[in-house]
């Protein structure tokens, strides 16, 4: 099916003198390295161009005197010849892409310092060919901006994923791995193709069954999965149990600084390291919603980190540790706590106190993956420890793969933002690339949105989601425009109705979702616990920390540092003062930083009532505008995928009309104020 193929389609062509144009060179493939990596480069070309031209691809491994694709890395250089070329413009995943013609013959290069790059280069040519692309005079010079590009599964070994909207696991089911190795591999196809380099294959909440994966019972069952990815550059991690000394059954604590605890994981690392020579290390969620971690033994999260660091570091290996931490039993009448500080309180201090192979990995915003929040303050705030971004792929709090809800918009509004870590233009993308601080490892991962549903996401539009996820890791700096219509025309063709009216649906969608949802930046407002569909006081009396605080005299949450809970000064100078006052905080984050009468006046000239109830209204005639515009491409996108998606937005379309009736109604009734058009609200 074609929604199996993602944006690897690779549909033949159909303009004859382009065709003619790309066998030119596609008729030959030179593969002088010889690798994994470069056979997975070189199986991706054969299949691609095959499909797309029609035409067989000879392959051999060295130099002939004809038109070509010659596949190289730096260590093959003095092979070729007389060509020009400068490795030291590209760092160590980078790529070149030339295109050399001479009066005999023409050649396309693709070219990496290592074999991961030569892949990388082979999915960009083939990226070109899909979107049509002229190729005769290519000189591309391409270097991922970050080092790490991560994706975390948050799959149990029971085929079950936490906050999976897509089916089951595709690496899972029924407490063993899948034999359906196929699938896996067409993972790391797409994975490797947007050039993720990284892969944590378990749920950060590790139970029972998975905190076996590092034991010699399931560790060759790893090594396999390993093996798939490594032949697509990417290395596998794995979620521990922090507790795993005890759980499995060999100790009776956890201690970090326990002499027999920092020896059991000296062994285990050696262990896992003779099954997995290349393993990247451990992702680490401790002290988190119920997890074991340090605390219990009074010691902080340096300590923890550091005994597991230790282990890991002759064999080179990571410990990324995330930064979710907070009380997730708060005593909701207890105002004097603010989970939007947790992060900071409690791993500021410990700047400079972690071991250079551990990363933290840091939420984008201080509360959960919310349709809009703060930036967490935390980047930036530790010059000496390793930081990287963690972002959510699967949609969360973002309708669940059921609503459109392109996410890209929204990363690139994070990864913009100004910190003034180190003055003004210190953007939070400078400090996760590792270029801010001298960090030594650093970059950006996300929680992967899909499953074994045959279109991976559930939402075929969802796809646009990871394939935006991985390009940003590359390159923080390309447009959200850009990467929408490389991904429309990868996915469906050159076709520019098609192209037209997908990218304005996508582009829009994140603002339209959040238009009809929680509104100006409060947050939750959903169903407890499946966070689908909304419940304005669904989280409002319990312990998770996670309030709007809407009376009859207004809303929002005061995290000022005059009358709040003092939140804002965790910030740099520039950024406190401008969320501390209300003259320059901005709408869209008004009630995420401070209470206000329902009556307040927004810079928009609004009141925020009344921005509610258009917001809430515009909201779902939006929801119905998206369903038009796909109406009007019945006849151009083959009906799976046509039906499909139509089906996703009627979906959305009633749902939206649930949202905007209940917060209306629950906002009409709290504040007792009519809407000023007359709109029937309850
Ligand atoms: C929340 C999810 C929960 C995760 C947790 C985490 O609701 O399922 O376990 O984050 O990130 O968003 O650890």
Redesign the pocket.
């Known amino acids: 099916k074609e929604s199996y193929a993602a944006w690897l389609q690779y549909k033949k062509i159909d303009d004859a003198a382009l065709v003619k144009e790309y066998q030119k060179w596609a008729s030959n493939i030179e593969s002088l390295a010889d690798s994994i990596v470069i056979q997975s480069a070189q199986n991706e070309l054969n299949t691609a161009l095959s499909l797309m031209l029609d035409i067989q691809p000879k392959i051999s491994s060295d130099i002939k005197p004809v038109n070509s694709i010659v596949l190289a890395s730096m260590k093959e250089l003095n092979l070729l010849d007389k060509l020009d070329v400068d490795f030291d413009q590209i760092n160590e995943d980078g790529y070149m892409i030339k295109t050399v013609t001479s009066d005999e013959n023409s050649t396309i290069y693709l070219l990496g310092k290592r074999d991961a790059g030569v892949l990388y280069a082979a999915f960009h040519l083939l990226r070109l060919m899909q979107n049509r692309e002229k190729l005769d005079h290519l000189n591309i010079v391409e270097s991922p901006k970050n080092q790490l590009r991560m994706i975390n599964q948050?799959d149990n070994m029971d085929g079950s994923i936490?906050?999976g909207y897509a089916g089951k696991s595709i690496f899972y089911k029924d407490d063993v791995f899948s034999e359906e190795l196929n699938r896996i591999q067409d993972y790391a196809r797409l994975l490797s193709s947007v050039g993720i380099n990284a892969i944590s294959i378990n749920?950060?909440?590790v139970h029972q069954v998975e905190t076996n994966l590092i034991t010699s019972s399931l560790l060759p069952k790893v090594t396999e999965v390993a093996s798939i990815f490594r032949a697509y550059g990417i290395k596998t991690f794995l979620s521990i149990n922090y507790a795993s000394t005890i759980q499995l059954g060999d100790l009776d604590t956890a201690d970090p600084l326990d002499p027999e605890v920092k020896e059991w994981w000296k062994n285990k690392a050696k262990e896992i390291y003779r099954f997995i020579p290349d393993f990247g290390g451990f992702l680490v969620?401790a002290d988190?919603?119920h997890?074991p971690g340090p605390f219990t033994y009074n010691r902080n999260h340096a300590d923890g980190a550091n005994m597991l660091a230790e282990a890991l570091e002759p064999f080179g290996g990571l410990v990324i540790w995330?930064c979710?931490v907070y009380n997730c039993l708060q005593d909701w009448r207890d105002r004097s706590t603010d989970r939007a500080r947790a992060a900071y309180d409690h791993f500021k201090p410990l700047d400079g106190q972690f071991h250079e192979n551990v990363i933290l990995q840091i939420?984008n915003g201080p509360m959960?993956?919310q349709v809009r929040e703060a930036v967490s303050p935390l980047f930036g705030a530790m010059p000496q420890t390793n930081q990287m971004m963690?972002f959510?792929v699967t949609q969360?709090?973002t309708g669940q793969q059921r609503h459109l809800c392109y996410l890209v918009p929204q990363w690139k509004e994070i990864l913009d933002f100004d910190t003034y870590a180190n003055g003004e233009g210190s953007p939070v993308k400078q400090v996760v690339d590792g270029s801010m601080f001298p960090y030594r490892y650093s970059g950006i991962a996300a929680?992967s949105n899909i499953g074994n549903d045959y279109n991976w996401t559930g939402h075929t539009l969802a796809q646009a989601n990871l394939y935006g996820f991985g390009r940003l890791t590359w390159n923080p700096d390309l447009e959200a425009e850009t990467i929408t219509n490389e991904w429309i025309g990868q996915t469906f063709g050159q076709d520019e109705l098609v192209n037209e009216q997908i990218s304005q649906m996508l582009l829009k969608s994140w603002e339209i979702y959040e238009h009809y949802t929680s509104p100006l930046g409060v947050g939750w407002m959903v169903n407890p616990h499946y966070?689908y569909g909304p419940n304005v006081d669904g989280y409002e009396y319990s312990v998770w920390g996670t309030y709007h605080f809407a009376d009859c005299h207004g809303i929002g949450v005061d995290r000022t540092v005059q009358t709040g809970t003092g939140y804002t000064a965790q910030y740099f100078k520039e950024n406190t003062e401008m969320y501390e006052s209300l003259d320059t905080c901005p709408d869209e984050l008004l009630l995420f930083f401070h209470h206000v009468p329902y009556t307040h006046k927004l810079k928009s000239g609004v009141t925020v009532i009344q921005h509610i109830y258009n917001t809430h209204f515009e909201g779902v005639q939006e929801a119905e505008e998206l369903k038009e515009r796909w109406t009007t491409l019945k006849d151009r996108i083959n009906s799976e995928r046509y039906e499909d998606i139509l089906n996703r937005l009627e979906e959305q379309v009633s749902h939206s009309k649930e949202w905007r009736d209940i917060i209306n109604t629950y906002f009409y009734r709290k504040s007792g104020i009519a809407d000023e058009q007359n709109r029937k609200i309850y």
Do not use: G
């Open positions: 948050w936490e906050r749920n950060v909440n969620k988190s919603e997890r995330r979710f939420k959960d993956f963690e959510q969360e709090y929680v966070h």
